[in-house]
C-alpha cells in the first residue's frame, strides 16, 4: 500500500480541525505512516524553519507554524508593484532589440541576458497580469 502523502497542508487542516497539533492526530489521519516517519518529516520540516515544536515523551510541545507557504504570497505594496511594472517594461524593450534585424549581435546577446535577468525577478502570477495589460 502506498504513503498517503504528507505536507504541510496537512498540518494546517488538522490544526483547523482540531485547534492542537499532536502526534496521535497524526498518525490517524495518516495510517500509512510510521511513528517514526511522522518524527522524520516533522523534523526536517523544523530544520528547514518551517514549523517549531519540541518533543517531550512521544507528544509534541510548544507546536507553531513559523512560514505558511499560502502566507508567503506577499502582498505587492505600491512602491513594489510600480517597479515591478517598470521592469516588464523594459522587458518589452529588449524584447524589440532582440527583434531588430539591424542590432549587432553583441547588443542582441546583451539585450537577451538582461532580459532572462529581468524576467527572472518579476513573480510569475505579476508577470501573467502584466502581459495581459500591455499586449
Not at 534585424?101 to 525577478?121: F, G, I, Y
Amino acid at each position: 500500500m502506498a504513503k498517503q502523502p504528507f505536507t504541510q497542508e496537512t498540518l494546517y487542516k488538522l490544526y483547523e480541525d482540531n485547534g492542537v497539533i499532536t502526534l496521535a492526530l497524526i498518525a490517524e489521519a495518516l495510517p500509512t505512516w510510521t511513528l517514526a516517519d511522522i518524527k522524520q518529516r516533522l523534523s526536517g520540516w523544523r530544520y528547514r524553519k518551517a514549523i517549531d515544536y519540541k518533543l517531550e515523551d512521544d507528544e509534541l510541545i510548544d507546536f507553531e507554524f513559523l512560514r505558511n507557504k499560502k502566507a508567503q504570497q506577499v502582498e505587492i505594496t505600491e512602491g513594489h508593484r510600480l517597479k515591478l511594472d517598470l521592469l516588464f517594461r523594459q522587458v518589452l524593450a529588449t524584447s524589440e532589440i532582440i527583434e531588430k534585424s539591424t542590432a549587432k549581435a553583441s547588443d542582441r546577446n546583451k539585450a537577451m541576458e538582461l532580459q532572462q535577468k529581468a524576467m527572472r525577478s518579476i513573480p510569475d502570477a505579476v508577470f501573467k497580469e502584466l502581459s495581459e495589460v500591455y499586449e
